[in-house]
């Protein structure tokens, strides 16, 4: 590089928000942020990991995602009916550990929160798939976790989501889930990401 200029493509990381509205469909909402969030294990550039929900669906939102949250099947992903494998080392471990620990600490796990140790997955990575609600200064909403890990906030106002979902560092993907298209075309227009998708399931 030092002698002339060469094309470089960075891929920097980054911590997906996506932004559910009163107007969602909240089935397809939470399918597609589970997804997002816990496919792979989250070990994935693209995975969701913080979501801003408008006040007035917030709660059904939340029971939502935790009631299929509660129905993932953690274990050998070679098995059919596995959803959730093991995290890839001890140190995605420590990092999901920590993550869990100020969430218990300075917020509320709303289902997960801890790494399994009991029968064969004990001889494993093997951790809960995991949905947070933390104060919106705490560093879970800044860093890039790469496990199945997931903050969740309540917002008032469209505009106000928007503004969170870009106070990223970089932005790598975004999601939106609203069935009014000015909204749609709201947050097409607004949003500072690469990639982006509008009421994805899967």
């Not at 809960?128 to 997931?150: A, N, Y």
Request: charged share 30%.
């Amino acid at each position: 590089a030092k002698d002339f200029p060469k094309p470089v493509i960075c891929e920097m990381g980054g911590k997906n928000p996506a932004v559910v509205t009163e107007k969602a469909d909240l089935d397809k909402a939470t399918d597609g942020v589970l997804r997002s969030a816990f496919g792979y294990g989250g070990q994935k550039c693209s995975a969701n990991s913080r979501v801003y929900v408008q006040r007035k669906v917030y709660d059904e939102f939340v029971r939502l995602l935790k009631e299929k949250t509660e129905k993932i099947r953690i274990g050998d992903p070679l098995e059919k009916d596995v959803y959730l494998g093991p995290v890839i080392d001890d140190n995605a471990v420590t990092t999901f550990e920590e993550a869990s620990a100020e969430a218990k600490k300075n917020g509320n796990v709303v289902i997960g929160g801890d790494r399994l140790k009991e029968g064969d997955l004990a001889r494993g990575n093997f951790v809960q798939p995991t949905v947070v609600e933390v104060p919106l200064d705490s560093w879970i909403w800044k860093r890039e976790l790469f496990v199945p890990f997931v903050s969740v906030a309540a917002y008032d106002d469209l505009g106000e989501a928007l503004r969170l979902a870009n106070d990223t560092e970089y932005g790598l993907t975004a999601g939106f889930y609203s069935e009014d298209r000015g909204e749609i075309q709201r947050f097409l227009d607004t949003i500072e990401a690469g990639v982006v998708y509008v009421n994805r399931r899967a």
